[in-house]
């Protein structure tokens, strides 16, 4: 009898200075988590680490590896990433695979979270998403008729860099008045000190005792009824919303997915948004469209990620 490969597959999110990742069987349910942090010089060991300790849960058939950047997958070359160092960038994949025996795909972390949710999360009943993920930075991706579709450039569906102030603050791309000079994590949290600083009666905030807060702190205070945080997600969402209505009258999307910690607000975030972009839209494509926050959680990015090294794998088709 021919030796069975096995058939489980793990999926890798590399963060700044973090690592996430998990393992799941064929049929995509998660049967192994592991977590590291790691230096920028060691990158390629590190995932060669995490990638022995998910193996501790079971044998692994290919990995995906989720990074904060461009890439090419038909060259699996790296084009751009602000997050991880330069010398990683050229050679990631033929290391990786040389140095763990696997096989890998690369793919940027929006494109991986939205894949996840896609298959297995919040868009699973629909054929077309635009999945938006809410964390350090704002990213995006496109999947129509089940393919994530990233343009002439590779870069489809950066939300993060729509412009909806056009005398907003400058952002990390060049341009000003982005998505995410408002809206991402470190935006929020630059925006609810300089009104903390600013307006006295915000100092009932339970966020004005703390040192260093966090979006998630943030949501948290605005879910346990911290008026101030909660007027904060309430303009927040606004301000996402402005971008989401773009996306529907672009797109005219089945299924809008929002992505990220800030979403654990629930309803707080997610009502102000849905507000917005009705406001905002074409009624006929809004009433189209359904406004959701993502199912898979923290372990979203990595799910993603093993979910595309599983449908990379062999020719045969799946679900
Ligand atoms: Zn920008």
């Not at 260093?212 to 303009?235: C, H, P, V």
Request: net charge negative; with cysteine; glycine share 12%.
């Amino acid at each position: 009898m021919p030796e069975q490969s096995p058939n489980n597959f793990a999926g890798i999110e590399v963060a700044l200075a973090t690592m996430r990742g998990v393992l799941i069987s064929e049929a995509g349910e998660v049967i192994g988590r592991r977590e590291s942090t790691y230096e920028p010089e060691n990158l390629i060991s590190a995932i060669a680490d995490l990638t022995k300790a998910l193996r501790e849960s079971g044998e692994i058939r290919s990995v995906g590896v989720a990074i904060p950047g461009l890439v090419n997958r038909e060259t699996d070359r790296v084009l751009i990433s602000t997050g991880l160092p330069f010398t990683a960038q050229e050679h990631i994949h033929a290391e990786l695979m040389q140095a763990t025996g696997l096989r890998f795909e690369l793919e940027n972390d929006a494109n991986s979270a939205a894949y996840g949710e896609y298959k297995a999360g919040a868009g699973r009943d629909a054929r077309d998403i635009f999945y938006i993920g809410i964390g350090e930075a704002i990213g995006g991706a496109i999947i129509l008729d089940g393919k994530l579709w990233t343009g002439a450039s590779g870069c489809a569906g950066e939300i993060g860099h729509i412009t909806i102030d056009t005398e907003g603050a400058e952002c990390v791309c060049g341009n000003n008045g982005c998505l995410e000079t408002t809206a991402s994590g470190p935006n929020i949290v630059r925006r609810a000190r300089e009104r903390l600083n600013r307006d006295s009666t915000s100092s009932l905030s339970s966020l004005a005792m703390q040192e260093d807060f966090t979006a998630s702190d943030l949501a948290l205070a605005a879910t346990n009824g911290d008026d101030f945080s909660i007027m904060m997600l309430e303009r927040t969402g606004r301000s996402i919303g402005i971008a989401v209505a773009s996306i529907i009258n672009l797109l005219s999307i089945e299924k809008v997915i929002l992505g990220g910690a800030i979403m654990g607000a629930g309803d707080l975030i997610l009502k102000p948004i849905i507000e917005e972009a009705g406001k905002r839209s074409f009624q006929p494509c809004f009433e189209a469209t359904r406004i959701v926050a993502a199912e898979l959680g923290t372990n979203g990015v990595a799910i993603g990620a093993a979910l595309l090294a599983r449908d990379a794998d062999g020719s045969e088709a799946r679900p």
